[in-house]
């Protein structure tokens, strides 16, 4: 078993930067890629962005070049940089890890992000 235990989020404005970082325990060997989804209200989960084991990274088109997902040596600390926030990036933001092939799949209890003047 995985728990993932998010911390960040709050509010800022148009322009501003938030930072969010997820911290994984338990059965850490398991993990291949971790990485943030979100969820605006009335809108599906979508992928935000992802980080593997060997340190590949991939981003959604609507975050690239403003957003950065990096991950600590231990490999149990994953962070995503939110710059030039705009207030379409409202949302619960998740993270999520996951063994290879996406087996077996862990989600946090989520954290609030809220863009707005």
């Known amino acids: 078993q995985v728990q993932l235990v998010e911390s960040g989020g709050g509010l800022a404005q148009p322009g501003g930067s938030l930072r969010l970082s997820c911290v994984a325990s338990?059965?850490?060997?398991?993990?291949?890629?971790m990485g943030w989804y979100r969820q605006a209200p009335g809108k599906q989960r979508e992928r935000v962005a992802t980080i593997t084991r060997d340190d590949s990274t991939n981003y959604a088109d609507s975050v690239k070049g403003r957003f950065t997902i990096s991950r600590d040596n231990a490999k149990t600390t994953v962070t995503l940089q939110m710059n030039s926030l705009k207030p379409e990036d409202t949302a619960v933001y998740y993270c999520?890890?996951?063994?290879?092939?996406?087996?077996?799949?862990?989600w946090g209890q989520g954290t609030q992000v809220t863009v707005s003047s």
């Open positions: 338990g059965v850490i060997a398991s993990i291949y890629v």
């Open positions: 999520h890890a996951a063994t290879i092939f996406a087996l077996k799949n862990y």
